[in-house]
């Protein structure tokens, strides 16, 4: 899921573009988490998933102080990929939308699950397992089929 945020993402707002698997964000995006003024609890993640991103320290910055966070910051602080002009936003993700679009299928969903499940354990765990899945998956695919699909990578890339 790509989020692309164009204004304010306030709170839940905030809790909702961090569930996205990436973000994009036009230089009028802003970012706050309001719980504490509100006296709210963060229940869709953003307690666990903002310091996991930016480091604890920020992250209590931001949702203790309600402190708001520019797109530049945001992106510089890893939890926001890109930054562009407004005017640039929606082109910004739909061609993004369009080169993930060219995965071989259910390979968008085999990748996410890797690095999630991966990123949920201690490193030495998450190679482990990706070599496990890999070994798993690579022995269903032959040598002739990664030929084919390299091919049909390098016609796409010679259209664009």
């Given at each position: ?38 006296g709210l609890a963060s229940g ?10 930016v480091g604890i320290y920020r ?9 708001w966070v520019s797109a530049e ?88």
């Amino acid at each position: 899921m790509i989020g692309a945020i164009n204004g304010a993402a306030v709170t839940g707002g905030f809790e909702l573009a961090l569930a996205c698997d990436m973000l994009l964000a036009s230089t009028d995006a802003r970012f706050a988490d309001t719980h504490t003024r509100v006296g709210l609890a963060s229940g869709w993640g953003l307690s666990q998933k903002l310091s996991r991103a930016v480091g604890i320290y920020r992250a209590r910055e931001i949702s203790l102080g309600s402190r708001w966070v520019s797109a530049e910051q945001a992106h510089a602080w890893g939890f926001v990929n890109r930054v562009v002009a407004p005017s640039e936003l929606m082109p910004a993700a739909r061609t993004l939308a369009a080169d993930m679009l060219l995965a071989q299928p259910g390979m968008l969903e085999r990748y996410k699950a890797i690095i999630n499940d991966g990123f949920a354990l201690p490193f030495g765990q998450g190679m482990a397992l990706e070599a496990q899945r890999a070994r798993e998956f690579n022995t269903s695919v032959s040598a002739a089929d990664i030929e084919q699909r390299r091919e049909s990578v390098r016609q796409v890339n010679r259209s664009r």
